[in-house]
Structure formats: structure tokens, C-alpha cells
């Protein structure tokens, strides 16, 4: 179970780590320290919501073609893991990337609510993160051990965005410097390879 809980841990922090318009809104709003608590609990809800649709909707939905697909479903949720690898493994080498926040005036609860919808619902790739990726990846666990799955999954969305919403006064500094990014590329990088590994295992792959 321990292993289960695990991997969804490490597959959610893995995917929710990579810098984009959400969590560069929940930085920026982390900073200037407007809304902070509501921020983060809409942005980590939206994520189990998301997570749970993709693992019961798959599960119950695909239940008969995963049984009788579940080799290619584990092989091609590995191609996929190793290729995403590879983006942030060209970013770690490549990148120069440097965060900034730019000083705006205040909204209200509603206004920023509004805005972070648009980022969070509008953005395809948190379906397929969420609802394929990681519904997929968690067809190889069955009863308890997907809840267990499920669990570390959504868990991992609450730590993350609580963190960078109420530790932003601290990363900010951090992030302002290249290498931090460089490294938390490559951290990602060997995190997907090492899940694709395990997939193309259960697979039959490898």
C-alpha cells in the first residue's frame, strides 16, 4: 500500500511542480500576500477533483478495455512519462529561466477567484495530467491499493500548493536564480523516468 501511496505522491508533486500560468499566479499572490488561503485551497480542490474524475471516471468507464489493453495502456503512459522527461531534461541543460512578480493592485476574492479559474479549467494540459496521466498510471493498482494511490496523488496537490502559497517569500529569492530552476528540472526529469521504468515493467515492456 506504502508503494501505491508512493507513486501517486511522486507522479502528482512530479507533474504539479513544472512552473506555469497557475502556479505562477499562486506565487505571485503568495508574494504580494493577497488571498493567500483561498488561492491555495481552490487551486489544491480543483486538483483531487480532477485526479478523482480521472481515476474512477477511467476506472469505471474503460474497466473492460484497460483489462484487456492494460500492456499498452502501461506502455504508452511510459512513452509518454519518458518523453515529458526529456522536455524537462532539455529545460534542466537549457534553460535560463528566471521568475518574476510584477507589483499589481489589489483585487478582490471574487476577481482573483475569476482569473485563477481561467488558468486552472482553460489549460489542457491539467486534463491530461490529471484525468489521463495520472487516472492511467493508477489502473495498475487495484481496491485498496488505488485509493491508496488516489490519496498520495491528491495529497501531494495540497503540501504543493499550501507551500508555494504561504513559503512563496522565501522561494521567491530562490527562484530568481537559473540554477534553481536547472535543478528542479532534472529532479522532475528523473522522477517521470523512474515511474516510466516501472510502468514498462508492470507492461511487460522491459
Known amino acids: 500500500m506504502f508503494i501505491a501511496f508512493l507513486t501517486g505522491s511522486l507522479l502528482g508533486i512530479s507533474l504539479i511542480l513544472v512552473i506555469g500560468a497557475q502556479n505562477a499566479f499562486v506565487l505571485r499572490q503568495g508574494i504580494l500576500r493577497q488571498h493567500i488561503f483561498y488561492v491555495v485551497l481552490f487551486c489544491s480542490i480543483s486538483d483531487v477533483l480532477l485526479i478523482c474524475i480521472g481515476i474512477t471516471g477511467i476506472s469505471f468507464f474503460f474497466n473492460n478495455f484497460i483489462s484487456e489493453y492494460s500492456n499498452l495502456l502501461f506502455g504508452l503512459s511510459s512513452i509518454w512519462l519518458i518523453i515529458y522527461g526529456f522536455v524537462r ?98 529532479l522532475i526529469a528523473v522522477t517521470m523516468f523512474t515511474i516510466a521504468f516501472k510502468l514498462a515493467l508492470e507492461g511487460g515492456w522491459i
Open 89 to 186: 531534461l532539455k529545460s534542466a541543460f537549457k534553460s535560463n529561466l528566471i521568475f518574476t512578480v510584477d507589483k499589481l493592485e489589489p483585487k478582490s476574492l471574487l476577481q482573483t477567484l475569476s482569473v485563477l479559474s481561467v488558468l486552472t479549467f482553460a489549460n489542457p494540459h491539467v486534463y491530461l495530467d490529471t484525468v489521463v496521466l495520472i487516472g492511467s498510471v493508477s489502473q495498475q493498482f487495484t481496491s485498496n491499493l488505488k485509493i491508496a494511490f488516489a490519496i498520495g496523488a491528491s495529497l501531494s496537490s495540497f503540501i504543493f500548493f499550501f507551500s508555494l502559497g504561504y513559503g512563496a517569500k522565501i522561494f521567491a529569492p530562490l527562484m530568481q536564480k537559473p540554477l534553481s530552476w536547472k535543478f528542479l528540472d532534472l
